[in-house]
């Protein structure tokens, strides 16, 4: 599954739903983490998603490639997303 803000593929961090012992275990869907909310991990892969989304560090108000985050870390998301029971992507944290 791809970030839809930065198209890095995101990083499963397990099941949500009723999993507390005293509940029935039923999986709601997937909590997912874009890598880049807190940065990209090289130039290449920056200068790539910058290319793609015709901005520039300048124009970001950015001086320095290691500046740079997906876009999903500046929304309320914090480059955080789950999926549903029918496998529908949302931006957040489920509640």
Same mark, same amino acid.
């Given at each position: 599954m791809e970030c839809p803000f930065c198209n890095a593929e995101l990083e499963?961090? @397990?099941p949500w739903g009723y999993l507390a012992s005293h509940q029935s275990g039923e999986v709601l869907g997937y909590i997912f983490k874009c $890598?880049?909310? %807190? @940065?990209f991990d090289d130039e290449e892969s920056a200068m %790539?998603?910058?290319? %793609?989304s015709?901005?520039?560090l300048e124009s970001l108000g950015?001086?320095?490639?290691e500046e740079l985050t997906c876009p999903s870390s500046m929304h309320n998301v914090?480059?955080?997303f789950y999926t549903d029971k029918? @496998?529908?992507?949302?931006?957040?944290? $489920?509640?």
């Open positions: 499963d961090n @397990g $890598p880049n909310a %807190e @940065g %790539e998603y910058l290319l %793609e015709d901005e520039t950015l001086s320095r490639w914090s480059g955080s029918q @496998g529908e992507l949302h931006e957040g944290y $489920p509640c």
